[in-house]
DNA sequence: GGACAAGATGCGAAAGATTTTCAGTTTTCC
DNA sequence: GGAAAACTGAAAATCTTTCGCATCTTGTCC
């Protein structure tokens, strides 16, 4: 149930937060930007504001609810948290997307850190093409 | 000289042009975000609007001349294409980046794509973490 | 069940980054 | 040198995201 996640995130058990929850887990997509929520809210009727759902997002992301991406088109992405880092390969035309785990990149990637003594935090990999259905249409 | 990789770009050869092509090959950064290039056009006293350093910018990428990159930091950065394509390693604190370059990942990626059916266009790897200097301070 | 404080929400305004518009200017090409 | 095409600065417009604040809810205590 939400209302479990949400209350062990910290946070109180309000509409918004159920419904905003309900639908990152409900809707097909795995990747939704703040607007694509908004939208799905007002299909339903429900009295959200914008700035809510980027409040409600934010926190969830701080509560490792959700994890925000930059793919490279302005808005952010939000993704329900699977526990699993990933990472993810974007159609440039329909916007697609696809995630993968590689653990020999995984390895490289701290390889590489560690020999510039840097000390990861996070890391984003994104390959940018055009998907199978995509590649037919010009 | 300038005036002819611009003219190679197919792009007129205009002051703001090469006032700011100049800028990206001598300032010392290799990222600068259009701010950037604007503070430094203003410090040298050049009439040049910032409507004008994104227009070129983004003439420029479509040229090839220079590559644009999204970093979580809300703004995007531009960088000389120097050729090679590279990855990167950007530290959360001071904003520093460091280029690498691994055969090893590149390799996986275009597997990974091809496993997917998707044809890769672009990718973007970027690693972040705290530079050697910042992991002391707290 | 009712009162309260802390925390949430909605709305409009604001901010930050980037793009577009538009009228005037500069380049290119012959 | 002159016309057409391309370019430019400034201001206005977009777009995404955040803020300010008055109002409403939730969780808790009696």
Same mark, same amino acid.
């Given at each position: 149930?939400?209302?479990?996640?949400?209350?062990?995130? @910290?946070?109180? +058990? !309000?509409?918004p937060?159920?419904k905003i =929850?309900?639908i990152?887990?409900?809707?097909?997509?795995?990747?939704m930007s703040a607007e694509d929520v908004y939208k799905e809210l007002l299909s339903?009727?429900e009295e959200i504001g914008l700035a809510t759902v980027y409040r409600v997002l934010t926190? %969830?992301?701080?509560?490792?609810?959700?994890?925000?991406?930059?793919?490279?088109?302005?808005q952010s992405?939000f993704? *329900?948290?699977?526990?699993?880092?990933?990472?993810?390969?974007?159609?440039?035309?329909?916007?697609?997307?696809?995630?993968?785990? #590689?653990? !020999?990149?995984? !390895?490289?990637?701290?390889?590489?850190?560690?020999?510039?003594? %840097?000390?990861?935090? #996070?890391?984003? =990999? +994104? +390959?940018? @093409? *055009?998907?199978?259905?995509?590649? @037919?249409?010009?």
């Open positions: 149930m939400e209302n479990e996640q949400i209350k062990q995130a @910290g946070l109180k +058990v !309000t509409a937060r159920v =929850l309900s990152l887990e409900r809707s097909g997509k795995r990747h339903q009727d926190q %969830f992301e701080g509560a490792g609810l959700v994890c925000r991406r930059h793919f490279e088109s302005g992405v993704e *329900l948290n699977s526990g699993e880092h990933h990472d993810h390969l974007v159609c440039i035309k329909c916007g697609a997307v696809v995630e993968f785990l #590689d653990p !020999t990149i995984e !390895t490289r990637q701290k390889r590489i850190a560690a020999e510039h003594h %840097f000390k990861i935090e #996070d890391h984003s =990999l +994104v +390959v940018y @093409g *055009l998907c199978p259905e995509c590649q @037919g249409k010009r």
